[in-house]
């Protein structure tokens, strides 16, 4: 069984500053596919950042970046300078390399206030 | 290159009806996967299908069904509405063959009355 779990409901943080968000996963497989997603107000996912589990390094992109721990089996995000419009349902999400289907954690609502 | 689209954007219907839901992906990707968003039940999975076959079903009723056309455009019907069906119906695409990342398209809100 695939599951994805982030234990934090709803974050906020103010403009220009830094927040990460949690996520613990579990799976059976040795290579799988983490990500983030986020979720606007317009209920648009838009894909925030992915990272292969046979990868060591973290990815980055822009603002955002990750912090893979396979071995504790966690996937954090960071966002950095924060920004309005980082307001928003984050989902951490995973896929395996055998069936394509995304497990998705419960989401994180950012807000991001002035 | 343009994204995923969906049709309806908002749909109503009342219990007993049913509907249908169109998606058309990415130019190119030929896998499309289909999920339901709830606030109670969060995003689950319906079902993946690739090259016009059914690869993977998530545990809905069969009232739910999809099917995939040949230029990768899908198509999911809902028979017999009820009112636990009113949900965000998402649809994403990817190229193919399970590792690539999934692009969302808007969405469809269906409302059941």
């Known amino acids: 069984a695939q599951t994805v779990t982030q234990s934090q409901p709803e974050m906020s943080v103010q403009e220009a500053e830094t927040v990460t968000l949690s996520c613990t996963y579990d799976?059976?497989?040795?290579?799988?596919?983490l990500f983030w997603y986020k979720q606007p107000p317009s209920r648009q996912m838009i894909l925030v950042i992915r990272?292969?589990?046979?990868?060591?390094q973290n990815a980055t992109e822009n603002r955002f970046s990750v912090n893979f721990q396979k071995a504790a089996k966690s996937f954090s995000l960071k966002i950095s300078d924060s920004q309005l419009g980082d307001t928003a349902m984050y989902f951490c999400?995973?896929?395996?390399?055998?069936?394509?289907?995304?497990?998705f954690g419960r989401g994180t609502q950012l807000t991001v206030w002035p | 290159k343009a994204g995923v689209t969906q049709t309806p954007r908002y749909l109503i219907k009342t219990r007993g009806q049913q509907v249908t839901l169109s998606c058309s992906p990415i130019s190119g990707h030929r896998s499309v996967s289909w999920y339901q968003q709830t606030p109670g039940q969060g995003l689950q999975f319906l079902f993946e299908y690739f090259s016009e076959t059914q690869r993977n079903k998530g545990n809905f009723p069969g009232r739910f069904s999809g099917r995939q056309f040949s230029n990768s455009r899908s198509e999911m019907n809902v028979s017999t509405l009820e009112l636990g069906d009113s949900a965000l119906y998402l649809c994403?695409?990817?190229?193919?063959?399970?590792?690539?990342?999934?692009?969302f398209g808007p969405g469809t809100r269906l409302l059941v009355l």
């Open positions: 994403a695409s990817s190229p193919g063959q399970g590792k690539e990342t999934q692009y």
């Open positions: 990272q292969e589990a046979y990868k060591q």
């Open positions: 999400a995973l896929r395996g390399s055998t069936l394509g289907r995304l497990y």
């Open positions: 799976t059976s497989e040795n290579n799988y596919y």
